[in-house]
């Protein structure tokens, strides 16, 4: 093995003989020279393998031996779910509905709907109020809510008037002629003329159509109205009343007239009230007036309401005008009266 120290001793003494020497020496010496200086280069190794890095060796580490069981991790009882109930149903008070009417509506007793909400006076009804709705059968299936057939009533033929503003008044008459009293009767009246189609929901003014019994409906329908259109009407809701029914009491008009204005468009209708025999005061009146032209047609309409004390002993006193919105003058005037307790 060679050492790098030796070689470089040696050709340094080479190079100082060679300066030495004389010029044919030198040139016999350079030959010398070329074969030497393989001799002074550093020696350089090939080799196939890759060069690696050097890593620090890891010195693995032993935890300390446990002396006891570990703990098991702490698991967290998931909380027990509540049992699912019954969803309320809720019903929001229409003009002209009782209780009797909703609790048919949705085929529960009217004394489990008077008992579901004991804060309501079944004798007076506000329009607005929200009814709890107990459930028929221990479950509510608010996806099938019943929906009541509407019993036999008759409509008329819708006429409409139109006023000076550019609408109109549109009336019919409700005939029922079942034998027994019908309730919460609601008609969809319908105008349609050219694109335009325009609808109402209209509730009966009372409450109760007696067995073969009528009573007067009313929209108005605001402008712009289409130059033509046509009028039609559609039962929605008409409900049996209850024999047993004890809601409404028995009242009748007495000494009833119409006074009807020159001209024939306003009359003065005028009466009182009367509970007949023994019957409870009532808490509640309301007369309706239909004004009727030559031909038979309802050209007005006006509902009154009674703000003082009925009772057998007491009749109730009533006045109000009512009007002719067709422009053709009142022939008729008809008058219908209700009262609960």
Known sequence: MRSPERDGALCRGFFACYNALPAMKRLFCFFLLLFLSAACAPEVVVSDTPA???????????????????????????????A?????????????????????QYGVLL???????????????????????????GKVDTENLPHPTPVTVNLAPVHCFRGGGGGAWCFLMVSNPQEGAVENV???????????????????????????????????????????????ASLLTALPRPIEDQRYLPVEVSGFEAAIQPGGLA??????????GEEADASQVWVVLAALDGGGQIVGVR????????????PLPFKAWVYSAAGSPIEQVLVWAEARP
């Open 52 to 82: 690696v890095k050097t890593v620090a060796a890891l010195t693995p580490y032993l935890p300390a031996a446990s002396t006891g069981t570990p703990p098991l991790a702490e698991q967290s009882t998931p909380t027990a779910l509540p």
């Open 84 to 104: 699912q109930t019954s969803t309320p149903r809720t019903h929001v008070v229409k003009k002209g509905e009782d209780l009797g009417g909703i609790a048919f």
């Open 303 to 314: 509902r009154w309401e009674g703000s003082g004390h009925l009772s057998p002993e007491n």
């Open 111 to 137: 004394a489990a709907l008077m008992e579901a909400n004991p804060d309501v006076n079944p004798n007076l009804l506000s329009v607005g109020t929200v009814l709890v709705i107990p459930a028929a059968s």
């Open 267 to 276: 009359a003065a209708a005028s009466g009182q009230i009367i509970l007949p």
């Open 186 to 232: 609601t008609v969809e009246i319908r105008v349609i003329g050219g694109d335009v189609q325009l609808s109402q929901t209209v509730t009966s003014p009372l409450n109760v159509i007696q067995g073969g019994g009528q009573l007067p409906l009313a929209a108005y329908f605001a402008a712009p109205l289409p130059d033509s259109f046509q009028a039609g």
